[in-house]
């Protein structure tokens, strides 16, 4: 039965946290930035009210204006095969994939705008590939399923080349993604495109879902 | 002197009523930026423009809001981008430079405790944490924040929270652990 207060080594560890004594100087120095500041300067323009990144927005299309086909960069490992309204299968890469590249590590990143997937509302099922020969588990995590590594686990394929693969429908946008092997250490799909860093620095993949059909 | 007077004053400009907040918020606010930035000075940096920009948005604060929540994403939002800015800074570095300025004993007290005082320890597991993991961990662990509350300061959905700090707790159980069974 779990503790409903939480793991109690945890809040133990969280206790130790709290005991941190407070620097009187560095509120000193604080405030006497402050003072200077408003005895000069004029209010700033400062955007507090949202939580983003600053970093640059993504040199990626938005959602809906590139397809895969059209788009060969990210055909990555990602290979989206078109459900609904008789849409046929667009390959978009071969589905060899290369060894892992153990620099390429990444961790989890924070979920990017939900509006990039809304457009289009129809689902395309998309193939994610990796080859993993030392893993004993794989599993998808992205914004899709809240990075969730429990959530999308990845099927090993028969011929023993240690490939690794699961089929998931996204909707039309884009999708930052990654890897986890062995439930502990992420890593991005080293054939697709890196999302631009995020947060603290983390490096995620993306694939664009194109909005419908393309003939 | 309840939150909302200090800072309606504090919007109009009055930096004595401001400092009762920054006195209220700063430990907070430290103990945060310490653990995601793994650097008393970038902490510091971190939480004194968190300050500045606070005071300085002031007048445009919507005074229906919660100021803590407010001011804890301005917070959030620093220590992100003084991580970035960091990681930016370190591809620059020689890696030597990089593993040791993060060797525990280059922390200028010499002799240091290698990981034997209990606080140390747990500093260690708690910084070893992955940053949404640690960051997460400390608003809810540490600050004891409602999810409701985190989602707001975090931007991330209440599911994607719990399940991080689930993960946190997981990460950091088998060296809690050793820290406290051994």
Sequence with gaps: MSDPRGDPLARRAAEVLRREQTDERAIERVMAALRERANGDAPEDVDVDHVTPSVAEPAIPAAGRFSLTTWPALAAAAVIFAIGLGVGAAFLAPRETRAINADGATREAAPVSEAANAAGGQSQLVEFVLVAPRAARVSLVGEFNGWDASATPMRHAERGDGTWSVSVPLGAGRHVYAFVIDNSTWVPDPQAPLAPEQWYGERNSVVVVSGGPRS | ?182
Excluded at chain 2, 8 to 25: K, P
Excluded at chain 2, 101 to 115: E, H, Q
Excluded at chain 2, 145 to 173: D, F, N
């Design chain 2, 1 to 182: 002197m309840t939150d909302a007077i200090l800072q309606a004053r504090a919007a109009e400009g009055d930096v004595e009523a401001y400092s009762v907040l920054v006195r209220r918020y700063y430990s907070m606010c430290s103990r945060i930026a310490q653990r995601m930035l793994r650097d008393p000075e970038d902490a510091e940096d971190a939480v004194q423009d968190t300050f500045l920009r606070a005071f300085r948005a002031l007048p445009r604060f919507d005074h229906r809001k919660v100021f803590r929540a407010w001011l804890l994403r301005i917070l959030i939002n620093q220590c992100r981008t003084h991580a970035l800015k960091r990681r930016r800074r370190e591809r620059r570095l020689p890696r030597d430079e990089i593993a040791l300025r993060d060797t525990p004993s280059s922390d200028g007290n010499g002799a240091s405790a290698m990981g034997h005082d209990e606080r140390e320890r747990v500093v260690a597991a708690v910084e070893a944490l992955e940053p949404l993991l640690r960051e997460a961990f400390l608003l809810k662990y540490v600050e004891e924040l409602e999810y409701k509350e985190m989602a707001e300061i975090t931007g991330a959905s209440i599911s994607a929270l719990k399940m991080r700090v689930k993960r946190a707790c997981e990460a950091l159980r088998p060296r809690l652990e050793a820290i406290y069974h051994e």
